[in-house]
Nanobody, 119 residues
Framework: QVQLVVSGGGLVQPGGSLRLSCAAS????????MRWFRQAPGKERELVAA???????NYADSVKGRFTISRDNTQNTVYLQMNSLKPEDTAVYYC?????????????WGQGTQVTVSS
């Protein structure tokens, strides 16, 4: 049974920091790319950051230099460190796993966690 359990959201003031965690189980974590998406009210879901199985990373332009994605394959966990948060970062954040399955590519989603940046 595949699970992606997200934690770490909350309310933070502008300029503050939060770290999101996504604990995975039920698949071979090290072989999967891990991604963080977000969706703000009235907007489409967008890719925030991704990390490949080889630990290569990429980021949305809007978060470059402020957010850092990392993974710990010994703990089957991916993290999103968010610094210098802005009100426009307010959204529901989702964890995603994308990788090889027995019948093609698998695409797994965790539950969302609310991040609110407000004074």
């Amino acid at each position: 049974q595949v699970q992606l359990v997200v934690s770490g959201g909350g309310l933070v003031q502008p300029g503050g920091s939060l770290r999101l965690s996504c604990a995975a189980s039920g698949f071979t974590f090290s072989r999967y790319a891990m991604r963080w998406f977000r969706q703000a009210p009235g907007k489409e879901r967008e890719l925030v950051a991704a990390i490949s199985s080889a630990h290569g990373t990429n980021y949305a332009d809007s978060v470059k230099g402020r957010f850092t994605i990392s993974r710990d394959n010994t703990q089957n966990t991916v993290y999103l460190q968010m610094n210098s948060l802005k009100p426009e970062d307010t959204a529901v954040y989702y964890c995603n796993a994308y990788g090889p399955g027995t019948d093609g590519l698998n695409d797994y989603w965790g539950q969302g966690t609310q991040v609110t940046v407000s004074s």
